[in-house]
């Protein structure tokens, strides 16, 4: 069975940094691009970043360049986004999410999410 | 950035009913469209890709069509199972964009 689980999501103050992990299995992690989709609860799908399947290629949404970076461990099987410079408007469930393809495209396989909350 | 609109953000249906949602982009991005149900409290689940390719066990009540800016997706005829949000997605290029989603409701 394809699972990927989502883990690292906690309650932090604005200006500090975090970093969620996603272990994927029941398929070959290093040929798929993976990507992060987070939502507020109630709210719209934002991709947040993507990365293919040996890290050659990866993007970021413009809202979280420069203070975002996603990489990938293909001899463990995770992906992980490391989340500098919180800000409030950074609250929100976000999704490990497998790529179609080794390259960022549209997406097949959804985490279950971990929650992030930023607030003083 | 390529922006994505869906229209409308919302509607209400009855089953049995024909619903076309709208998707437009801020620029061509030819077939590069995927369609995404998301029903309360579940996981997004992939519908339609490359604007008109049926996703693995999905009913053949849904179509996508369109290229370019504009697309739609239909439902021929609703069912209960079908009340939830949708999205589409540009993937011809990098930052991937969703629409706002829109809600079908009873």
């Known amino acids: 069975e394809v699972q990927l689980v989502e883990s690292g999501g906690d309650f932090i103050q604005p200006g500090r940094s975090l970093r969620l992990s996603c272990t994927a299995s029941g398929f070959t992690f290093d040929d798929y691009a993976m990507n992060w989709v987070r939502q507020v609860p109630g709210k719209g799908l934002e991709w947040v970043s993507g990365?293919?399947?040996?890290?050659?290629?990866?993007a970021y949404a413009d809202s979280v360049k420069g203070r975002f970076s996603i990489s990938r461990d293909n001899a463990k099987n995770s992906v992980y986004l490391q989340m500098n410079s919180l800000k409030s408007e950074d609250t929100a469930l976000y999704y490990c999410v497998k790529d179609i393809s080794a390259f960022i495209s549209y997406m097949d396989v959804w985490g279950r999410g971990t929650t992030v909350t930023v607030s003083s | 950035d390529i922006q994505m609109t869906q229209s409308p953000s919302s509607l209400s249906a009855s089953v049995g009913d024909r619903v076309t949602i709208t998707c437009r982009a801020s620029q061509d991005i030819f077939n590069s469209l995927a369609w995404y149900q998301q029903k309360p409290g579940k996981l997004p689940r992939l519908l339609i890709y490359?604007?008109?390719t049926l996703s693995l066990g999905v009913p053949s009540r849904f179509s996508g069509s369109g290229s370019g800016t504009h697309f739609t997706l239909t439902i021929s005829r609703l069912q209960p199972e079908d009340f939830a949000t949708y999205y589409c997605q540009n993937y011809n290029s990098v930052p991937l964009t969703f629409g706002g989603g829109t809600n079908v409701e009873i």
């Open positions: 490359a604007a008109s």
């Open positions: 990365i293919s399947w040996n890290s050659g290629s990866i």
